[in-house]
């Protein structure tokens, strides 16, 4: 990891520009569906996601996680409209960039080069009659249109082999693949260009629980060796305490509270936190089993170790 590993509170919660170490930075942020009886999904959120950091948000079905995620990238249709805020995303070179002031063409480049999406049914967003290898060298070929032929098949290859897939599956076709799979080809599609944040919204919910977690051990080391940020979204609060540093919880579309995974399984502040964490009786002493290898962000008083001690006990 290239960051720090220990963040203190004054360093998060900085009223002005916020954490230094941001690469994306939404302030007050409100999406609203222009329906008959307008719907503000996304109710003035703002946040911090800090370079390298795997972030969950949380909150049950219909909170607005999906409305937020669709929104930072710009991915958002009518009769969704980002009705007020700012998202601005810190490039590798030091530029500033004002998404929501970027034209169409500029997203489009801007979309899987810097910030990708997996979503839940993604697998599925795959073409079943074009192999593997074409679905990933097309990426390569509208982003990277100088790149030979050669090297991307290479990169085509190398990114297999990195999500467990495996170059040898290069000439398969999608149909002959298992949900599982299929999924892993969609989470090496959007890590192909080396992007600085990959959001993932529910990207294992369709699947069966064991094939869950060896992507989600996949998706921390992923992270580990490559240093992008992760927005990973799930109803599902256990297991974002296995695998985040930090913990946004969302409720009625807005972030009621921020705080590393320890603290909110600790020490959590809001009600609507305690009902989120109550409501699962497993969860009564330590996190449960721990698939983190390496926290970005973390209070100090939690390392690593400290975890690892906790699941021999
Ligand atoms: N197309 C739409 N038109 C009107 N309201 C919508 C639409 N899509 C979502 N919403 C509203 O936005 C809220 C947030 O939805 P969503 O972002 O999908 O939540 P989540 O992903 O947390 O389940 C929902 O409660 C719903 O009422
Ligand atoms: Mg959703």
Redesign the pocket.
């Given at each position: 990891m290239t960051i720090a590993t220990s963040i203190d509170d004054t360093a998060v919660t900085r009223a002005s520009g916020g954490d230094e170490r941001a690469v994306i930075r939404v302030r007050d942020l409100s999406v609203t569906?222009e329906?008959e009886h307008p719907?503000r999904?996304v109710r003035d959120v703002s946040f911090d996601l800090i370079q390298g950091e795997i972030l969950g948000l949380a909150?049950?079905?219909?909170?607005?996680?999906?409305?937020?995620a669709y929104a930072i990238n710009r991915l958002h249709k009518p009769?969704?409209v980002i009705s007020s805020g700012s998202i601005t995303f810190h490039d590798r070179s030091g530029t500033d960039i004002d998404l929501l002031g970027l034209d169409e063409r500029s997203l489009e480049q801007f979309r899987w080069d810097k910030l990708s999406m997996v979503f839940q049914g993604a697998m599925n967003a795959l073409n079943p009659v074009i192999s593997i290898r074409a679905q990933l060298e097309d990426v390569l070929i509208a982003h990277r249109p100088r790149m030979r032929r050669a090297e991307r098949r290479r990169l085509a290859g190398d990114v297999l082999d990195r999500v467990g897939v495996g170059r040898d599956r290069l000439a398969s076709f999608p149909h002959e693949l298992s949900g599982g799979m299929r999924q892993r080809v969609m989470i090496a599609m959007a890590l192909l260009l080396e992007p600085q944040v990959m959001i993932m919204?529910e990207p294992t919910t369709a699947l069966d629980v064991v094939v869950q977690r060896e992507i989600l051990r996949e998706i921390v080391r992923l992270r580990d060796e490559l240093d992008f940020a992760v927005i990973f979204?799930t109803?599902d609060l256990p297991l974002l305490l296995e695998i985040s540093d930090r913990i946004a919880v969302?409720l009625d579309?807005e972030i009621v509270e921020l705080d590393t995974a320890r603290r909110i399984h600790d020490e959590p502040r809001h009600p609507y936190t305690r009902k989120l964490l109550g409501s699962f009786p497993s969860l009564t002493g330590d996190r449960g089993s721990f698939i983190r290898t390496g926290a970005a962000i973390d209070d100090g008083a939690s390392a690593a170790s400290t975890d690892e001690g906790q699941d021999a006990r």
């Open positions: 569906y329906v719907v999904a909150g049950e079905s219909g909170c607005g996680k999906t409305t937020l009769p969704a919204d979204i109803h969302m579309g």
